[in-house]
């Protein structure tokens, strides 16, 4: 990480292009790779490179890390996409926003329930559990999915993390609706306050 990483977006952002600033604004906006090439008028490849370089720039290590600063740094950057139109989002493009992998998005908070806060629909299929009964649900925490001997781990290496002000990664196993266990690996990281406080968590599951 770098020295000082919680900078204002601000002073993060100041040696951006105006190209990567416009590619940041459409991540923001929850547009995959093609529909960002189809707006700004660019190939894929052209994105990927933007990709790399927002990734480089700001001290990040995924896409999803990416996309998840610049939604909570939009506000705060006003990154207009001038003399843009928006094109509309058929059902294939939707299928492409996570690069057609099958994972669960969440957000959650940092307590030994890791009680969620959001959770996508990949949750489903991942581990046999519909959004509607992990969301909130007192009687079926997300911990009670995480196998009983990779628990602790998970809650060390998260904490870890945090600690350090970096992204975590974990493998571990899910207990899943039909009793099956599922290996999986987590990538996340912390949101953080204005003091430096973690107010959430977010990151992504998917099976191994």
Avoid at 16 to 38: C, H, Y
Avoid at 44 to 63: E, I, M, P, W, Y
Wanted: aromatic content about 4%; some cysteine; charged content about 20%.
């Amino acid at each position: 990480m770098s020295d000082n990483p919680r900078l204002p977006p601000s002073e993060q952002c100041a040696g951006l292009t105006e190209r990567e600033r416009q590619t940041l604004a459409l991540i923001a906006e929850g547009l995959s790779n093609k529909l960002i090439a189809r707006q700004l008028g660019i190939s894929d490849g052209t994105v990927k490179v933007h990709v790399r370089h927002l990734l480089c720039k700001l001290d990040l290590h995924s896409r999803l890390e990416l996309a998840a600063w610049a939604h909570r740094a939009s506000e705060q950057l006003q990154l207009p996409v001038p003399g843009m139109r928006s094109l509309p989002i058929s059902p294939l493009d939707l299928g492409n926003l996570l690069d057609d992998l099958p994972l669960m998005i969440y957000r959650c908070r940092n307590d030994p329930h890791w009680s969620m806060a959001y959770v996508s629909a990949g949750c489903l299929e991942l581990t046999g559990y519909s959004a509607t009964q992990l969301l909130g649900s007192r009687r079926l925490s997300y911990n009670s999915l995480i196998h009983p001997a990779d628990r602790h781990h998970v809650w060390q290496a998260v904490q870890r993390g945090l600690q350090e002000g970096r992204p975590f990664s974990i493998d571990y196993r899910l207990l899943c609706a039909d009793g099956r266990e599922r290996a999986v690996q987590e990538r996340g990281c912390g949101i953080y306050g204005g003091s430096g406080e973690v107010l959430e968590l977010e990151g992504v599951v998917m099976a191994r």
